[in-house]
């Protein structure tokens, strides 16, 4: 990974986001306020701006400046919390080209943030629930020496599961949990931003792994 | 979708330059999107900020002025401003008596008035927070978002906000907003869902003959849906609920809200008021003081949230202090 | 039909008793439907009594009390009251100095007021009446029922009101009020119909992305039905049709309601009000004074009236003058 | 005539109205504001009652009473306009026992006050349209000789057929002037309650006389 990567993955994320902000929304309407894929769109678009023409040495700092560009952007729940969790994987990403154990340390200390911030646990239906998945898959691939496009597919697809599994959840924290056992039955849209999020992060390496073997 | 507005993202900005023309008691900030009085704080006086999403209106600028808020941090539609707006507010305003920041309890508002507190008190500015959390139909617990913040906020901003323009020290009026807080109530039912402009469509679908009980101010579905009633006993629901919350007893004096969604016309609100008056004098409460209207709306949703506080002789003498605001006025 | 009522027949029974319970400043005889000042009126002030169809509250209620009306006098929803309640609210407020009745131009009221100006006269009170037609968007002939009187209401009576404090004589203050009257027009968009609680439905179907042009305030169809366009033009059309009425030139100074229908969120009559300023500001003419919120309401229709007053230095001072209602307060 | 009959013809109309109340408004929301028929119908169940323990000499009485209730009760336009015509019709009837030709110069006056309170002329998409007709239909039948019974039933045919010409008639007073061009296509609820008021009129006379008749 270098800053490069970082900034595409960015990108990708806000190019997600922009496709996926009605259905974000969407899923935010049912149990939320139907504003997630507004807020998610103005942070990412805002974060591609700041990127633009900043030219760290680190990836940590690309993701820091992410982080930051969230927070001051998005506001809402997400605001604090995914701009918390990029601005503490860039924080745990000091170097020019993290390897892939480093990569795994950085997004637990990513959901630390966000477990600190939002006192949330898995099982309450938040975005969590497709953090803490697609961290411990990225983990176990690393792990087992495979490398960052492969561990970020992993990752992708158990955020996905996550995502998926919130449907049946009664949710304990955020909006959704005002609803009560109204809220089982629906897709927590925050997890379903997250998915998205390890998505963009497995395309964007894996398009690299693949021009990298062009070459 | 069919607003009065020229598009979805533009909303808020052209807002803010609408109240920065229609209020010359007002100066907008519209860069870091901050209503604070033109007139500045007073040196030594506790400012007041409080914030929240947009589409609550009159909430929270309509309470800026003298002997309420200092400022407001207006977030974009039924999200919570951005800790950099709450600092610039808490900047522009603080007197030296250092800041309370009165903050409904959602966890948007929570986190990122919280880190805004951080970033001030880094600037050296004292912070205090009053949290408000008065919606009954919410069940509170540790393992909870916790109860929503809706019409006490209202009452919290005026009576601290008068006890700071008396010259209460920060920790009095961050004691006495706790204390409105703990003593306030609140209920609502909605008959319609609303439309944000960003969604385009409303929140929920809800058939001719039913109605929402215990919704928010988000547009969010409620905690039941059940048929349609007569005002009457709509009344009588809201009340259980947050009487069983917070008894009271014959001779107990309160401050009550009847406040409107949005989208209800103000008749019914009298016709409510008529039966909350109705049901609290059976029981010997006297309704010491009261609102009627829209105070804390949620867009153009239909329906009607009850507030009421049980107010000790400080807070009755603070509501009837001197307030100057685009919302609420009296004695200046 | 969604309403937060008991039942249609007691929605305005149970309003009154509301509005006596909320307004300790109010009294209401409720056998004869009259709300007035709890204090009564100053011997040789001269009393200002309007009334006119439920459903527009705040209006006539609400702006009853110090500086502005004596009393109001409101019919059943949408219907013009009847002559023995206006007679009976002369009665109760004539301070000796006369009984300026303010009229909307319906020809229900019109006829009411009359027989009740007779009645009262028979009586021995002396009443002058000002008629209010200030829409423009509907033709002024000898042969039609004339233009509708609508949002310049509240400019007619906050300084014909202000001018009565003084101490006007019953002239003075109706020829005030006239000349308020005369330099006022207003223009209305309607995105919803409303629905009165006698008829349970919407009095017109509008598609989702039309609107009605040119509406009254009891929720009749417009002049046109046209596509739902952005605020900027909505505001065009109105100001268009307003100016074109009562030209005015850079330095003019001017006194502009946005008000709401009933239905429309106030973040969005900012967003319409700010397009408002823009114009006028663009043609050098001074909004001097303004009102943003829901004053002269039809239910629960969505939809924005825009009225504008040429204002010359002595309406602009009466504006200023206190003014001590449930719905329009400053200076007390 | 007399003053049980009179009273039964008010009993008639209110009859009517709590029968097509549903439909005046109906009427009065497509142009009006949709009170017409709950207008009419708090004016005439209080006529009603205001006349349940009335024994007055006269026809004229019952009928004064009648309009003296409907301006304190109805409100509207409709209140004074039909208020004023009853009161003028009573007023032109001072006789116990009124003969045809004293009844349609009884409602000319009643269509007079109309007139001068409204200032309309026929045309004008009001309930003038329907009263006009009627009126001049009942004069003829009686100037030619018939009883009141058959000029009722002349006048109740013709303010049905003035009623339903106001359909293509535009509105020139009234709140459906308001509508301009778009008030055209719709019958005036005012002309429609006045059908009603000469309908009525007719099956009250008919009855009495065919009970007359029986006897
Ligand atoms: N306490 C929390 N911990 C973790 N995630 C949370 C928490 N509260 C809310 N969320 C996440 O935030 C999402 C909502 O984000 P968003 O709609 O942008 O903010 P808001 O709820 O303030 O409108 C939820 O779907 C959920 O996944
Ligand atoms: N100037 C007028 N002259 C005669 N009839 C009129 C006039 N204005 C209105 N009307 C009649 O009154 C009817 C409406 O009555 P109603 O709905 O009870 O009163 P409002 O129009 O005040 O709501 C109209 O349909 C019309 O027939
Ligand atoms: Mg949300
Ligand atoms: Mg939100
Ligand atoms: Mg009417
Ligand atoms: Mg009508």
Not at chain 2, 91 to 120: R, W
Not at chain 2, 265 to 292: M, T
Not at chain 2, 314 to 323: E, G, I
Request: glycine share 12%; with cysteine.
């Amino acid at each position: 990974m270098d800053t490069d990567l970082a900034r595409t993955w960015v990108q990708a994320i806000a190019a997600a986001v922009d496709q996926h902000k009605d259905h974000l929304t969407q899923l935010d309407s049912a149990i939320g306020d139907a504003d997630h894929g507004a807020n998610m769109h103005r942070g990412f678009s805002a974060a591609v701006t700041a990127l633009a023409d900043y030219e760290p040495d680190t990836v940590g700092a690309v993701l820091v400046k992410t982080g930051t560009t969230l927070i001051s952007t998005v506001g809402g729940a997400s605001g604090p919390l995914y701009g918390g969790a990029f601005r503490a994987i860039g924080k745990a990403l000091d170097t020019p080209s993290p390897d892939p154990q480093q990569v795994a340390a950085a997004l637990a200390a990513g959901l630390a943030s966000i477990e600190k911030l939002g006192a949330a646990a898995p099982g309450d239906k938040t975005m969590i629930d497709a953090y803490a998945p697609a961290l411990a898959a990225f983990k176990q691939q690393a792990d087992a020496g495979a490398d960052l496009a492969a561990a970020a597919v992993a990752a992708a697809d158990a955020a996905e599961e996550g995502m998926r599994a919130t449907t049946p959840m009664q949710a304990r924290k955020g909006r959704a949990s005002y609803l009560g056992a109204r809220s089982i039955g629906h897709q927590d849209p925050g997890a379903t931003s997250t998915a998205l999020v390890f998505r963009a992060l497995a395309e964007t390496l894996g398009s690299r792994a693949e021009s990298l073997g062009e070459r | 979708m069919k607003k009065l507005i020229n598009a979805p993202e533009a909303v808020l900005a052209e807002a803010l330059s609408g109240i920065a023309a229609a209020h010359p008691g007002l100066k907008v900030d519209a860069e870091n999107r901050v209503i604070a009085r033109a007139l500045g704080t007073k040196p030594g006086k506790v400012a007041l900020v409080s914030g929240g999403g947009s589409g609550h209106e009159p909430l929270h600028g309509g309470f800026v002025g003298r002997g309420m808020l200092d400022a407001a941090c207006p977030g974009e539609v039924f999200t919570s401003p951005v800790p950099g707006q709450m600092l610039a507010a808490a900047q522009a305003v603080d007197g030296g008596a250092g800041v309370l920041f009165i903050v409904k309890n959602y966890t948007g508002d929570v986190l990122n008035f919280q880190m805004a507190a951080e970033l001030a008190a880094e600037e050296g500015i004292i912070v205090e927070t009053v949290l408000v959390d008065d919606d009954v139909a919410v069940q509170d617990s540790t393992w909870t978002a916790g109860r929503r913040g809706t019409g006490a906020t209202v009452f919290v901003e005026k009576i601290a906000g008068a006890l700071a323009e008396q010259g209460g020290s920060l920790t009095e009026v961050a004691d006495m907003g706790k204390r409105v807080n703990a003593a306030s109530r609140s209920f609502a039912v909605a008959l319609t869902a609303c439309t944000t402009p960003a969604s385009g469509k409303p929140g929920f679908d809800l058939p001719e003959d039913e109605m929402e009980v215990g919704v928010g101010i988000h547009g969010e579905p409620g905690r039941r849906r059940e048929k349609l009633r007569p005002a009457k006993d709509i009344v009588a629901t809201a009340l259980d609920a947050i009487l069983a919350d917070q008894p009271m007893v014959a001779g107990d004096e309160t401050i009550v809200m009847v406040n409107g969604l949005g989208g209800t016309p103000l008749i019914e609100l009298y016709v409510v008021f008529n039966e909350v008056a109705a049901v609290l004098g059976d029981k010997g409460v006297a309704v010491a003081r009261s609102l009627v209207g829209n105070y804390v709306t949620s867009l153009d949703m239909a329906g009607v949230s009850l507030t009421v506080c049980k107010a000790d002789a400080d807070m009755l003498s603070l509501w009837d202090a001197p307030v100057n605001t685009p919302a609420l006025r009296w004695g200046i």
